[in-house]
C-alpha cells in the first residue's frame, strides 16, 4: 500500500516520488492527494470559479474573486479550513446539485486535464485500487477522477443539501473539510493501515498529454476558455466592461454601414474572417445536398 502527497515540512522521511518503483504493484493499492499531487497546481481557486461562473453568473464569479485576499491571509495565518470554507460557501451556496454536476461532468474535466503531474500519474496508475482524498467537495471532483484517472473511490468534502429545493446550502458535512487531521486519520489510515509514502518535488515540470490518460475530453461546454487563475479570472473581469461596449460598437456599425465596406470595418474592429477549405459544389438536380450546422457559443477571454 502506497500514499502520495505533496512536499510538507512534516514529511522529510519520506523519499522523492522519482525513487518509487512502479513494478509489481498491480495488485496493491494507492492513496493521494488531489491539488499539488495528482495536479501539478496546489492551488483549486480555477476549479472553484468554474464552478462559480458556469452553475452561477458573473457576478457570484466576482464575489469570489474578491474574496482572494481575505481566504489567501486565512489560509496562511489563521486556518486553512476557514479559508477553504469561504471558496466553498461564495461558489455553492443556492446552486442547484443537477448544476453543479453538469458542470463537473462538461466543463472542469478540460482543465482537470492539462494539469496532471506526470511523475505522480505514473505511479498512480501502475496501481490497481487507486483512491483519492481531497478537500475539494467530492461533487466537483467525482466525474473526472472516475473517468480520467480510474479512481475506485473518491473521499472528498460533503456538501450540505437542502433536500426540499436541491440546492446546496454552502456548508459542508460532518467530519467537515478534508484537512490536517481529518484527511490523515480518517482517511489515509482507514484505507493504508501499513503504508509507504512518496513526496512530490517542487519543481516545475510539464503536465501529462491529454490523450496518455485514461479517457480523452471528448465534449467540452463552458464560456471560459483559458484556465481562470485569480490573475486570469481579474483579467476576464476588466474585459467584460471593454467588450460590451467594443460589441455595441461592432453591431451598431454592421446593421448601418454599407455591404462593400464591411470587411474594412471588420479589421478595424478587430474581427476575422477565416475560411478553411473549399465550398462544396451544388447539388445536382435529383441530388441530395448536405447541411451543415454551427453552434456559437460565448467564450469570455480577453
Avoid at 514529511?11 to 494507492?30: G, T
Avoid at 457570484?60 to 489560509?75: A, D, E, N
Wanted: proline share 7%; charged share 20%.
Amino acid at each position: 500500500m502506497g500514499s502520495l502527497s505533496h512536499t510538507s515540512n512534516h514529511h522529510h522521511a519520506f523519499p522523492p516520488i522519482s525513487e518509487c518503483n512502479c513494478e509489481s504493484r498491480s495488485e496493491q493499492s494507492v492513496a493521494a492527494d488531489l491539488d499539488g499531487t495528482l495536479l501539478i497546481s496546489k492551488s483549486a481557486f480555477p476549479y472553484f470559479m468554474l464552478v462559480a461562473v458556469e452553475a452561477g453568473s458573473f457576478l457570484r464569479g466576482l464575489l469570489l474573486l474578491l474574496s482572494v485576499p481575505f481566504v489567501y491571509f486565512s489560509y496562511i495565518f489563521i486556518s486553512e479550513t476557514l479559508a477553504i470554507k469561504t471558496f466553498i460557501f461564495i461558489t455553492f451556496a443556492g446552486l442547484k446539485i443537477k448544476d453543479i454536476e453538469i458542470v463537473a461532468r462538461s466543463v472542469l474535466p478540460r482543465f482537470y486535464a492539462e494539469d496532471v503531474h506526470p511523475m505522480s500519474w505514473k505511479v498512480f496508475n501502475s496501481v490497481d485500487k487507486r483512491y483519492i482524498i481531497t478537500a475539494s467537495p467530492r461533487i466537483m471532483v467525482e466525474p473526472f477522477v472516475k473517468d480520467f484517472f480510474g479512481a475506485y473511490e473518491i473521499l472528498g468534502t460533503e456538501l450540505q443539501v437542502l433536500y426540499k429545493s436541491g440546492r446546496a446550502s454552502g456548508f459542508v458535512k460532518k467530519p467537515g473539510v478534508l484537512v490536517g487531521v481529518h484527511k490523515k486519520e480518517e482517511n489515509f489510515m482507514r484505507i493504508c493501515p501499513i503504508w509507504e509514502g512518496c513526496m512530490i518535488p517542487k519543481t516545475k515540470c510539464e503536465p501529462v498529454p491529454r490523450n496518455n490518460l485514461l479517457s480523452r475530453v471528448i465534449f467540452h461546454d463552458g464560456r471560459l476558455v483559458s484556465r481562470p487563475t485569480p490573475i486570469n479570472a481579474l483579467l476576464i473581469f476588466l474585459w467584460l466592461q471593454i467588450g460590451f461596449v467594443l460589441a455595441l460598437l461592432r453591431i451598431y456599425i454592421h446593421i448601418f454601414s454599407p455591404g462593400r465596406i464591411l470587411p474594412s470595418t471588420s479589421k478595424i474592429l478587430g474581427m476575422k474572417l477565416i475560411v478553411k477549405g473549399n465550398h462544396p459544389s451544388a447539388p445536382g438536380k435529383g441530388q441530395n445536398g448536405v447541411l451543415f450546422v454551427a453552434i456559437i457559443g460565448q467564450f469570455w477571454t480577453p
